[in-house]
């Protein structure tokens, strides 16, 4: 067995600085390191390596510095590494990343291809599924488990989804894109740039800095260690590199805020209360004000040009239309006025007709239906297919599809199929001179991107809770249109085997809450997520949880907020107990307030807050909760 593992090094996200001057960002003495998920995906290959004594061959593309992951990867048990280092491969976006990428994994003929979800500092995730496409294989996203069957044929896994855990079997070869979670307590190394001689091993939640052994650095020079350049793989360059991208990237721009925070004594709960409730109602609309009103849709008195057409997939749980479909519906109808074309729907499911009239009142013009038990459960292979076959056929002008773990899943594959540009998780959409600018954060959400599609239509994936929906109009009916699957749909080379739900909804309803209360580890454990709760109630908020909370099991693992979990823009977030690393705040650039309560006046989250108590959240939370509840009473007097 042949296993190929895609690897990048990455900035220190903490590290990057953005140079307003130049708009341009700084990198002058940033260390780069292995991006984290990719250390999962190498732990999981020597794991198979010692089990079924596989082959690992791990590789890289990018400048020469970004050897130095590949030496570390040798050092601790790769067999052998491949750099892909030519300046022809400079500026590449995934699609032509991962052309570059299949080119030297087919001639190497892997049984098996892991790639990280994500890379920190791009956060796309598409070059796993854009890679499976281009490969012909199936493809597994966000893994957290992994078991090889039947003699290496076939792999058995567990994939983390927005809602809980799908288990899923897949018949290999495959690509599989490692979660956070996948392989936990291995061995996993990263090396930053220019220090070869540590590595860095997770023993649970713990990191820890280890000495590289003379052994390990005599195995890691004697094996072998190929530089591989577009010739030699048989690739034009205008396939790879910045001509091979079908995306653009016209300028950055910092999207960091500037807070002056007061921070308030918890010395007198009851009186730090009261002071932070009279700041937040000078905020926030706290005394009993309904909230904003939703735009209306626009006003169109005709259809617009079908070749204007502006499409949102819909997704959907158990039958019911997620909140982010209707926001994208809404930006739809607002695009399509501006650009005199129709905004539409495609529904895609087994047994979906009902949901026809909530999308026409939301904003459909047309909704074009695939009602085909084939496409039941979710599959990304069937759905990339159907929707591939739809878009060749009718020619949208674009396609929207929510950043979610299903849209990031499917849309990279249609848009390798189909040689078209993708920009994942934008915040924002524009029209301009140029066509659809589609605003893309990047580096922790510290700065954010102007992208251009050089193809048509554009796709685009889209944050939830980055774009507003429109208040629906029960009235509106939309053209239906069938979408019969192709009689040639192709048989599906995985399987849902099995989905457990037992996360709730509490990970979905942050991506669109308005308030959000945050448990850190400061609470000290479970029996005191009551006190989150509480406050959470008494503010009609969603709970989030920061890593730490997540991994101790303490809350689920889908409402863990920050760089390796959910970015949100809520109104108000209020951290309990939370400390405010980097890893975590950078989940909440986006939020209008942002309220820290910690006993540690030292604590790096009263640097990102807006308000803050310094005092024992025990006795600080059931003051405010408190306070709160006064001020509904004198609201109903």
């Known amino acids: 067995m042949k296993v190929a593992v895609c690897v990048k090094q990455v900035p220190q996200l903490d590290a990057v600085a953005f140079n307003p001057e130049t708009n341009t960002i700084r990198r002058e003495g940033v260390l780069n390191e292995l991006n984290p998920y990719d250390r999962r995906g190498i732990a999981q290959a020597l794991a198979l390596k010692e089990q079924l004594g596989a082959e690992v061959v791990v590789i890289t593309m990018g400048p020469p510095q970004a050897a130095d992951v590949l030496r570390g990867a040798l050092a601790v048990g790769a067999d ?7 300046p022809a491969f400079a500026g590449a976006d995934t699609l032509a990343t991962a052309r570059a990428l299949a080119a030297v994994i087919r001639r190497e003929r892997a049984d ?90 997770r023993w649970g939640t713990k990191l820890q800095r280890f000495p590289l052994s003379p052994d390990m650095r005599v195995a890691a020079q004697a094996k072998p260690l190929e530089v591989r350049t577009a ?62 009103a939703l735009e209306p849709l626009p006003d169109r008195p005709t259809l617009g040009d079908p070749c204007k057409a502006i499409w949102v997939v819909v997704e959907q749980l158990d039958g019911e239309i997620r909140e982010a479909t209707f926001e994208l519906l809404g930006a739809s109808a607002r695009l399509a006025q501006q650009l005199g074309g129709q905004a539409a729907a495609v529904l895609l499911g087994y047994e979906v007709q009902q949901l026809v009239p909530a999308l026409a009142a939301s904003g459909a013009d047309t909704v074009y239906v695939a009602d085909d038990k084939r496409l039941d459960p979710y599959l990304a292979e069937t759905f990339s297919q159907v929707l591939t076959e739809a878009i060749n056929r ?60 050089r193809t048509l239509p554009h796709l685009v994936t889209v944050r939830p809770g980055a774009v507003a929906p429109c208040r629906p109009d029960m009235g509106r009916r939309a053209a239906v249109i069938p979408l019969p699957p192709p009689p040639a749909l192709a048989a599906p080379r995985s399987a849902v085997l099995a989905c457990q739900r037992s996360a709730g909804t509490g990970g979905i309803e942050l991506d669109h809450a308005s308030r959000v209360v945050c448990a850190g580890a400061g609470i000290g454990g479970p029996t005191n997520l009551h006190y989150v ?37 809520p109104q ?50 059931p003051a405010l909760i408190a306070e709160l509840k006064r001020l509904d009473a004198a609201a109903l007097v």
């Open 112 to 201: 098996l291809v892991l790639c990280g979800r994500n890379s920190l500092d791009a956060d796309t995730g598409q070059v796993g599924p854009e890679l499976a496409e281009l490969l012909d294989v199936p493809q597994v996203t966000n893994a957290t488990s992994l078991r090889i069957e039947d003699g290496g044929t076939r792999a058995i896994l567990d994939r983390e989804t927005d809602d809980g855990i799908e288990t899923i079997e897949v018949r290999l070869p495959a690509v599989i894109t490692a979660g956070e979670r996948l392989i936990r307590g291995d061995r996993v190394p990263s090396i930053p740039e220019g220090d070869v001689d540590f590595f860095y091993e």
């Open 231 to 292: 010739a030699d793989l048989g690739l034009d360059s205008a396939e790879v590199g910045s001509q091979g991208s079908p995306t653009s990237v016209d300028g950055v721009f910092a999207m960091g805020s500037t807070r002056s925070p007061i921070v308030i004594s918890g010395d007198d709960p009851a009186r730090a209360g009261k002071e932070l409730v009279d700041h937040l109602r000078r905020r926030l609309r706290l005394d009993g004000d309904s909230p904003p």
């Open 80 to 86: 052998r590494a491949i750099h892909l280092c030519d």
């Open 394 to 453: 009718f020619r949208p002008w674009a396609v929207l599809a929510p950043a979610t773990a299903m849209g990031r899943d499917y849309l990279p594959r249609v848009a390798a199929r189909l040689n078209l540009g993708l920009t994942g998780d934008a915040i924002g959409l524009e029209l301009d001179g140029r066509g659809l600018c589609q605003i893309k954060p990047a580096f922790g959400g510290s700065v954010a991107a102007r992208v251009y599609s």
């Open 572 to 621: 108000l977030y209020v951290g309990v107990a939370v400390s405010g690393e980097f890893t975590h705040t950078a989940g909440i650039r986006g939020a209008g307030t942002i309220v820290a309560i910690n006993h540690d006046p030292d604590a790096p989250i009263f640097e990102q807050a807006d308000l803050g108590i310094v005092g024992d959240y025990r006795q600080v939370v």
């Open 533 to 569: 709760e509480s406050l959470a109630a008494a503010l009609g908020a969603a709970v989030g949880a920061t890593r730490r909370v997540a991994d101790a099991g303490w809350l689920p693992r889908q409402q863990q907020i920050g760089v390796t979990g959910k970015f949100i823009s």
